[in-house]
């Protein structure tokens, strides 16, 4: 088991046997921030990620209401992964794996059951392509592409497609368990459409980070180069 923690978390576990990732977000749409990048956390963790909030695609400044394609997702999910790629290598991080961070939060997403485009397509699909996109363009260099999501956004938005069109699959969901006492396997861990998370956040705060900035923490199966 690996350990790790992320965003604006500044100490790992007590129950931690290591301190192996830190995972922080470096940018949202095609803007760059380091609002949730904890310096001291991550200067803790042997390997650094980095993640990036994507922006569904009534976000994109070329949207049109009714006659947007998932084409055109594509193009602006390619324009989120072309940014996040230039940023991760201004960034700390030191490993190549770069997360898009899926959660209505980020705004701009069509309901999975929304029709667009005349009712050619579903919103769902148009969601999908928006992935697609940044996923292929992150992965068009030395860069490998991981998605960090919950089952109740990834199915809001994405409906009953498959996260494991990128390499990783960081899953969120909190059965309960307390930040300093990480689980000893992965029992609790919710599939996302049948695929298991192989790093999976295991406690986290919602809204505005505590001050104690011992907010979210994980355990991974594995971890991605």
């Known amino acids: 088991m690996y350990y790790g923690i992320d965003s604006d978390t500044a100490t790992f576990p007590t129950g931690a046997k290591s301190k192996d990732f830190y995972a922080g977000r470096r940018g949202t749409g095609t ?26 695609p009534v976000s994109d400044p070329n ?13 602006w999910g390619q324009k989120q992964g072309s940014a996040a790629r230039t940023e991760r290598a201004n960034s ?3 490993m190549n794996t770069i997360f898009g961070d899926i959660e209505s939060g980020f705004g701009g997403w069509f309901g999975a059951n929304d029709t667009v485009n005349g ?8 969601n999908y392509r928006v992935f697609q996109g940044f996923c292929d363009s992150v992965s068009s260099s030395v860069y490998k592409s991981g998605v960090y999501t919950s089952a109740g956004d990834w ?16 899953g969120a969901n909190w059965p309960g368990l307390t930040f300093n006492s990480p689980p000893a396997d992965f029992s609790k861990c919710k599939a996302i459409n049948g695929i298991t998370p192989t790093m999976w956040q295991y406690y986290g705060v919602t809204g505005t980070h505590d001050a104690t900035k011992t907010g979210d923490a994980n355990v991974a199966t594995s ?3």
């Open 223 to 225: 971890l991605p180069s």
């Open 119 to 126: 009712n050619l397509e579903k919103g769902a699909d148009v």
């Open 31 to 56: 803007t760059a921030n380091s609002d949730y990048w904890n310096t001291a956390g991550a200067n803790l963790a042997k390997k650094r990620y980095m993640y990036w909030g994507l922006k569904g």
């Open 92 to 94: 700390p991080a030191n």
């Open 63 to 75: 949207f049109t209401a009714g006659r947007y394609t998932g084409d055109q997702g594509y193009a």
């Open 155 to 170: 199915s809001a938005i994405m409906g009953s497609k498959s996260p494991s069109y990128s390499s990783v699959l960081w």
